[in-house]
């Protein structure tokens, strides 16, 4: 074990959970303050198996979605709106979810797709008509199903 490593665990082992929070929330913007957006996402991608490991991210990830949503307040959320405004992260998720589904879908099996896929209309078309009236629900389900057919079409083409 180096020196650091010792000094570390020292002063860790010293400190209560609120405070190691603290420092964290202290300590990240001057961490981050050089490292271009590449760094950042090469660092993550080798700190998340540490992070992540012992835990169950199929209950995991909701909760942290919905945290950083604003469903349940928090640091999280202050931070989504200090940095994107006060939209925050469902404005942020609406750009980054189809990015992610399009490499998502292509890597699961054709039947964990579909059953994929179908959840997700159904979420999408519930939530989409929500507080619409039913003149705008009309329209909108008429675009939704103008949309599939012109999928459709282009899928015989392919073919």
Partial sequence: ?????KMMQGMMGKMSKE???EMMSSMMDRFFAEMTPDDKQKMISEMM???VEGMNMMDMMPKMMMNMMGE???DMMQM???KMGESGMPEMMSEMMPKCLNMMLPKLSKKRRRDF???MTSILLQQGCKDLSENEKADFMKKIDELVKSISEKEFEES
Avoid: H, Q, T, Y
């Fill in 19 to 21: 405070e190691k929070k």
């Fill in 80 to 82: 989504c709106r200090s």
């Fill in 49 to 51: 198996p540490k992070m």
């Fill in 72 to 74: 349940s307040k928090g």
């Fill in 1 to 5: 074990m180096n020196i650091m490593d």
């Fill in 117 to 119: 896929v179908l959840k």
